[in-house]
């Protein structure tokens, strides 16, 4: 069988939801081997093709030719052609990211763009985004997850069909040397990447250095791989339902945080494993798993962060919110903090050298800074919260002070308080911890101010 029969072959077995006459195929094309060879399959097959290319700019005369040769493609198989330009390098150093990064960013993001607008034009079809990754593109993925350390999910390597991107990869299952020996065949022309054979990225190491040594010793390495590939995606599944159901169990969502049970997941068996996968989509890294682990044994409002969340442990719960969580439940204030804004306002924190008076504006707690530990936590009110109301002696239940107060429900609702190593020291706008005023002794004060919305 030539690789055209085994293309369409796999096609339908692979992709049946997607016929001839229902798609619209938007290619991917560089201009070098594999989606040269890809364009030739589709056209050959009979589907609706057009070309998209991507100028990033980064080869000087070389991203120049390979433009003109894009289009002169195009013009040869008399389709329509997308084409765009990007400064690559300015965008990386504007978003501090590589530039491989970078282009990779720019690129889905304009291939999607594109397939919105014609999907627009062309309602009663699919219009799918095709890109020329084959089987060797696979093993280098599989390799560069495994050594990153991302995790069974991670070793399933380049999936075949993306849905929520309407991404679809048909040359998977095809090694280089079968599309090379194609391309020979049907005398295909096609450009070649100069940056291709520079080992300074990590895919060209794998590509030019690592995986052929190791062929020397694993003769079949490529084959043993694929197939690895193949049974690790069917593991990933079992792995994957099983999974579900363990963190169905501990994660509890409550709006945009997420809350999990510390006496649960200490009891969890593979627990370096459940804490992976629940804290994976937050943007946490495989090296923070132990500092998790101790972030159960910690004192209550410490926290651990990553680029966008951080997970504090509030008394038996660990719970999952974003860095700046404008509706969140529950923030963390350090002793740094001037200002945070949250959902119902704005505090305003100043530290005073000299004690001021007490101060009968509702909206502005002045407390003895050295009986205040950081964190603060600035959170809702829960069952069972109690506090020393300003100049009484024993405890009062929130709930029996908001009654006292003659608060309405949607009062009660709208409530928020100040939290320090577990003790209340401000009910916000109606009374502070009597534990925590200033007194004749006081040396340094901590004043906040509170701006309703």
């Not at 995606?233 to 079992?238: A, G, H, L, P, R």
């Not at 860095?323 to 959902?343: K, R, W």
Request: hydrophobic share 40%.
């Amino acid at each position: 069988m030539d690789l055209f029969q085994s293309f369409t072959h796999h096609w339908k077995q692979t992709f049946p939801q997607f016929q001839q006459e229902q798609v619209m195929l938007l290619i991917a094309v560089s201009g070098g081997l594999d989606s040269v060879v890809l364009t030739k399959l589709a056209m050959m097959a009979g589907f609706n093709c057009k070309l998209m290319h991507v100028n990033f700019q980064l080869r000087g005369q070389e991203s120049e030719e390979d433009e003109i040769f894009v289009r002169k493609l195009a013009k040869n198989y008399r389709i329509e052609i997308e084409l765009i330009r990007f400064e690559t390098l300015d965008y990386a150093q504007m978003n501090g990211i590589g530039i491989q990064e970078a282009a990779r960013n720019l690129r889905y993001q304009w291939f999607e763009s594109i397939r919105s607008q014609w999907q627009l034009q062309c309602p009663n079809q699919t219009v799918l985004i095709l890109t020329a990754h084959h089987a060797n593109d696979n093993i280098e993925t599989l390799l560069m997850n495994f050594f990153r350390g991302t995790g069974i999910q991670g070793l399933r390597g380049i999936a075949a069909f993306q849905k929520n991107t309407s991404l679809v990869r048909p040359l998977l299952p095809f090694k280089k040397e079968e599309l090379l020996a194609y391309a020979n065949q049907e005398q295909l022309s096609f450009v070649e990447d100069s940056s291709n054979a520079s080992d300074k990225y990590t895919r060209n190491f794998l590509r030019n250095r690592f995986l052929p040594q190791l062929k020397e010793i694993y003769p079949t390495i490529e084959d043993n791989l694929l197939q690895n590939i193949g049974r690790l995606k069917e593991v990933s599944e079992i792995f994957q339902e099983a999974l579900n159901t363990r963190l169905e169990a501990l994660m509890e969502w409550k709006g945009q945080e997420c809350h999990v049970p510390i006496l649960k997941l200490k009891k969890t068996h593979q627990i370096d494993t459940v804490i992976w996968e629940i804290i994976k989509p937050f943007g946490f890294t495989v090296q923070q798993i132990p500092e998790l682990v101790k972030l159960m044994n910690a004192s209550n409002g410490s926290y651990l962060a990553s680029d966008s969340h951080r997970v504090i442990r509030n008394r038996k719960w660990l719970v999952i919110a974003t860095i700046q969580p404008i509706n969140n439940a529950l923030i963390v204030i350090e002793s740094t903090d001037a200002l945070i804004e949250f959902s119902s306002g704005i505090l305003v924190f100043t530290k005073n050298q000299t004690a001021s008076t007490i101060d009968s504006n509702p909206l502005t707690a002045c407390l003895d800074l050295k009986n205040i530990a950081f964190p603060l936590l600035l959170r809702k009110p829960k069952s069972g919260d109690y506090f020393y109301p300003l100049g009484m002696q024993k405890k009062k239940k929130l709930n029996r002070f908001f009654i006292d107060q003659k608060l309405s429900k949607t009062q009660k609702e709208a409530i928020w308080i100040l939290e320090s190593a577990n003790k209340i020291i401000w009910v916000l706008g109606l009374r502070i911890d009597d534990r925590f005023k200033c007194t004749n002794t006081t040396q340094s004060a901590l004043q906040i101010s509170f701006s309703p919305k």
